[in-house]
């Protein structure tokens, strides 16, 4: 019989719950031994709840237990979930989580910490929700001396694309519909500026390339000023806007990582990743790219995942094999000043206004004002590009995925 | 230091040595050790390769070495690649295969050898080439209960189907531009005839859902009878012919395995997935679908596989995990006459001549000659189809992937 805690009683909380009363039989098969919920730690009383007998609410509880083998964080945040974790790692408990906050801001110290104490520190469900992601990519692609990860991280931005793109939403319109169907927060920030897909890119980059890449490192722009306009001209273009996160290593090793709306052309697989579906792609020196596709989100499918990592951390209790990384350093992530790519314009002005941008594809869309052009450039730096456009600010400007990150 | 043996110096096998050459730093960092090849087990003489001075042509020199750790099998079949895995089990070292032949015809006998020997059978290559899905299928999604595991399994068919469709050639000269290019073997049988992707969705079938399923039991379809008119009409009807196996676990715990062409909706992302490109797509309870996309096939991602597997194997030398399961037993595999599916026809004859098939949605294409009607069916069993069809007999019958199959 292995023993857990859950630590936060809420969507992904309840759904590991839940995990472990619909599929504990096969679990335990699998397994060899009874996974059994001991405790559930919540703030909030659920009388009605068929786990009532379980919840507590001191912390203390849960780490002086010394039946308790596994410990699931699901509070999210930095604040207590961080001071949970190290008390639980502390006391030996192997600790799996969903918080891509905590992971991204604190994974360093904190699989330093488990190792310490000879605990693991585990968190395959704070990328990609249920899609195996993290293990994958530790595991069974350390063959591969691996270049980029990139990726659709974040479900509900994308949402907000698929229908803006495929039922002529604006951005408001698409935000609250995703929020009706409760894809987006009723604080959307997060997710729509960009922060959550940062945190994703910046624990994937970690694991990729084994040194901690810090979300204020990485410059974020979200979907906000992403205008049906602008899905227009991607549109005649044969292409889709896609908010990508991506982490590419250097030649010298360095790390380069951004969040950025990107125009994907429709051949790439990625472009065809809709709805609140992610989709991560990992290119290798011998795999060439690999991608990893479902969804990134959920109760069920994050709970899946956060079950996935206990059962692992119970197969290899008495051999925790440590999944870890380094720290980074200030000078370790590069900017993107000197990443070339072509770029998507929508400008105020005529074609002559265009003369010193260089040789441009000039793109139409219905209804465009006559004083509107829609353009993609060649390939330069934004420095360049800010050059040629000699001060003058375009109305939006997003890069295009390069053919050559192109899956083919 | 960490010692292997390649059997079999052929596409795979030299694959392997040169990730171990170009990705060996990495991987020693990854792993603590270095990695060494020493000796490579082959019949022909390679007096010119840098490896001359590793080739042996005995394998109780492997067999008797107390050094190697780790014997890599890419010899392919089941005969001296039986022998050999038998032999070096035996002796306790661990074997990595990419031979779907040997892992579908006796992996559950294997899998027992290598457990009584305390020794680990692994062979992650044998199945979508570069793409980890065996190791994920085993592990990161253990807290699901699968029930259906689906997939492109095979690139040769895969890009013979891509340029009928992409450029119009015949399923022969199709075949003719794969085998220019390296894609198909001289002799493609294997690949043509389902055979490649039956062993794979066995091995798939049996990680899935814990039983050996065997390729005799799973009836096989190839694409040899696709025609330019089929794929004509799928085009008219927004749908992609794409050769699928499929295992799909019933009611009674029992399964059901197949390999045929079948219509995907554009909709589908299997339908995306173009020339020697591999896709499976894994159904769970908590998870719905995740699919895993790469290139199923090539020296270097299957060999990148391999290397992955003998990495894990090495990291885990104290305590093999027992990957694993039973004999299935001649009752476990279930026919495919229950599975009911929308049907594309392509017949001979007039819309009269459809009285009696139920409503169907008729399909044009162009240059149809006039005695020739396409048509998509309700749902409905094999069995049903042809009492409808009154014995006779379409030029072409292919199951349409349910919408419910779709990733959604």
């Known amino acids: 019989m292995a023993k857990i805690a859950i630590l936060g009683f809420g969507v992904v909380g309840s759904g590991v719950a839940e995990v472990i009363r619909v599929n504990g039989a096969s679990i335990a098969q699998r397994l060899g031994v009874e996974v059994e919920l001991k405790y559930i ?13 379980k919840l507590v609410k001191d912390f203390s509880i849960i780490e002086e237990d010394p039946e308790v083998d596994v410990v699931v964080e699901t509070i999210g945040g930095a604040r207590a979930a961080l001071e949970f974790t190290q ?10 989580s969903s918080n891509k906050e905590l992971v991204a ?20 469900a704070s990328v990609g929700g249920g899609i195996p992601i993290l293990h994958p990519l530790s595991q069974c692609l350390t063959a591969n001396r691996i270049s980029e990860v990139r990726g659709i991280l974040n479900g509900t931005t994308n949402y907000i694309l698929t229908h803006m793109i495929g039922t002529g939403l604006s951005f408001e319109e698409a935000l609250k519909e995703a929020q009706e169907r409760g894809y987006a927060e009723h604080d959307p920030t997060a997710d729509v500026e960009g922060l959550d897909a940062c945190r994703k890119i910046c ?24 205008t049906l306009a602008d899905v227009s001209y991607a549109d005649a273009a044969r292409m889709s806007i896609k908010l990508l996160g991506r982490a590419i290593q250097q030649e010298d090793g360095r790390v380069m990582a951004y969040v950025a709306p990107h125009l994907v052309r429709r051949s790439n697989p990625l472009a065809q990743v809709d709805d609140v579906f992610n989709a991560i792609t990992v290119r290798g020196n011998a795999i060439g790219d690999v991608m990893f596709y479902g969804r990134g989100a959920g109760k069920m499918p994050t709970a899946s995942a956060v079950m996935a990592d206990v059962i692992d951390v119970l197969q290899h209790r008495r051999t925790q094999r440590f999944m870890t990384w380094e720290e980074g350093g200030a000078d370790y992530v590069v900017s993107t000043d000197t990443l070339e790519s072509q770029w998507f314009l929508r400008l105020k002005g005529t074609i002559r206004d265009l003369e010193g941008l260089g040789p441009v594809t000039v793109l139409g869309r219905p209804g465009a004002p006559g004083d509107e052009i829609g353009v993609i450039t060649e390939s330069m730096t934004r420095g360049e590009l800010d050059r040629r456009l000699k001060g003058s600010a375009p109305l939006s400007a997003m890069r295009v995925l390069d053919e050559s990150a192109d899956l083919a």
């Open 87 to 96: 008390r639980a790692l502390k006391a030996g408990k192997s600790v799996v």
């Open 105 to 124: 801001t604190h994974g360093c110290e904190l699989l330093a910490l488990a190792r310490a104490h000879n605990a693991s520190y585990r968190f395959e």
């Open 203 to 226: 624990i994937l980059a970690a694991l990729a390339f084994g040194r901690h890449v810090y979300p204020d490192q990485v410059p974020t722009e979200g979907i906000t000023k992403v």
């Open 41 to 53: 730690l919540d703030l909030r009383d659920f009388p009605d709840s068929p786990y009532a007998d």
